[in-house]
């Protein structure tokens, strides 16, 4: 090897983030010049629009937190969505205060929200078990297991009340879905949770076993089965642990809209796996990390608040938001078949 190869070898490569870091910065320059251009105002200068991206991005990214560790697994799961519905529903049902007539528990009323966050998180955490159950000891691929929950879920949170929303929550639930005023700068606390998730898991992903083998088991199965990992309860694990990230999604959306109904979280899942692919996770498995994922829901968070600063039509978003995600799977193929040459 000739010296200038091993100086090559040796150079250090910056982290796939600074890209999608750098796309992320382009985007908003783009809408802030077109703002000027086209309205007459600043898109980054206002402090309530950046607040309103960071507060509309903490829902989809607590979700995408979890599906990118699914999907580094070489899988994928299409049911979050509707688990946020479900377990929307399920909180706010025991978050209600006495006053209302139509109670769906009257006698569980004005009890202390810890009640309502546990049983939100308890059934997301079972359905995601139950998806991981399915995989891991059926063999059905994921993309048919989580469209099957994804359905039976949904079907649930329609049952749960009879399509009925569960309406006047107690502040103190509803407490989850507030702002906070940080140095003149509002910043709503699911933003905070948002984050706070988002650590936790690039640690865990990065620095302990379970992302190890996560990494593992999406990179080559064969190989990782060969290593002694139990492919099925680590995949059990994996998803229960999308879908308690799914239940925090849900409580916290119940705590935002001071509600429960049954058509939300609708879509959740498309946008989550479209943060994850834009952040840098490949649909082939094996890579990709949480960092890139926040980047890639903050995007998605930028481009509707910036069509929607540009009066662009809701129809157009959805196409340019399709043409987009169609790109980032595009240019993480390309980068497959590089690596794979290499």
Do not use: C
């Amino acid at each position: 090897m000739t010296a200038q190869a091993s100086r090559i070898g040796t150079k250090k490569r910056l982290p796939p983030e600074v890209s999608i870091l750098g796309v992320l910065i382009g985007i908003a320059l783009v809408f802030e010049i077109l703002g000027w251009i086209l309205v007459g105002d600043s898109f980054l200068a206002n402090k309530q629009r950046l607040s309103i991206i960071i507060l509309q991005v903490s829902v989809i990214g607590i979700i995408a937190v979890g599906v990118t560790q699914v999907i580094i697994t070489s899988g994928v799961d299409l049911s979050s969505g509707s688990i946020v519905g479900f377990v929307a529903m399920v909180a706010a049902s025991l978050a209600q205060t006495s006053t209302n007539a139509r109670a769906v528990y009257p006698a569980l009323t004005d009890i202390s929200p810890f009640w309502p966050v546990l049983a939100g998180l308890a059934v997301g955490l079972a359905a995601g078990a139950v998806n991981g159950m399915v995989i891991a000891f059926s063999g059905i691929p994921p993309f048919i297991a989580t469209l099957g929950m994804m359905v039976s879920v949904r079907g649930l949170a329609k049952w749960y009340t009879n399509g009925q929303p569960v309406a006047l929550l107690n502040e103190n639930f509803t407490w989850l879905g507030r702002s906070f005023d940080v140095w003149g700068f509002p910043v709503p606390l699911p933003v905070i949770i948002f984050l706070l998730v988002a650590i936790i898991f690039h640690i865990a992903l990065g620095y302990t076993r379970y992302g190890k083998f996560t990494y593992a088991i999406g990179a080559n199965p064969q190989a990782a089965r060969v290593s002694g990992i139990n492919i099925g309860n680590h995949l059990i694990k994996v998803y229960a642990i999308a879908g308690l990230l799914s239940g925090l999604a849900g409580v916290v959306t119940a705590a935002r809209a001071q509600s429960g109904q049954p058509g939300m979280g609708v879509a959740y899942e498309l946008d989550a796996i479209a943060a994850a692919v834009i952040g840098g996770t490949s649909l082939a498995g094996g890579v990709g990390r949480i960092s890139g994922t926040v980047i890639g829901t903050i995007i998605l968070g930028v481009l509707t608040s910036g069509f929607t600063f540009l009066k662009v039509g809701a129809y157009y978003q959805e196409i340019i938001k399709g043409l987009i995600i169609v790109a980032a799977v595009i240019i993480d193929q390309q980068r497959q078949n590089r690596r794979k040459k290499a």
